[in-house]
């Protein structure tokens, strides 16, 4: 019911950024949260940030300051914003979509930071 697409992974230096974006087939308007989630080679999956359709965020306290989660509602589209990447943010990201009681992931795209 809902793809998700999520692009603009790669290599960076530590202390560069990247900018994640994930386009949703459906109006954003209908998801009642979004977020984006990241792991790494044997660890499990924990969430980075949400952003609810108020626009209400939060994320995990390894990034806050860091990283910021927003929206562009006339691309369906949500972003992750990561300025001064660290080694330790080396994952694979996802995105995640909360909609009428099911949860809907991308495919996942990898971020990787070089020391």
């Known amino acids: 019911q809902v793809q998700l697409v999520e692009s603009g992974g790669g290599l960076v230096q530590a202390g560069g950024s990247l900018r994640l974006s994930c386009a949703a087939s459906?109006?954003?308007?209908?998801?009642?949260?979004m977020g984006w989630y990241r792991q790494a080679p044997g660890k499990q999956r924990d969430v980075v940030a949400v952003i609810t359709r108020g626009g209400s965020t939060n994320y995990a306290d390894s990034v806050k300051g860091r990283f910021t989660i927003s929206t562009e509602k006339a691309r369906n589209t949500v972003y992750l914003q990561m300025n001064g990447l660290k080694p330790e943010d080396t994952a694979v990201y996802y995105c995640n979509a909360y909609r009428e009681y099911q949860n809907y992931w991308g495919q996942g795209t990898q971020v990787t930071v070089s020391s």
């Open positions: 459906v109006s954003i308007f209908s998801i009642n949260y």
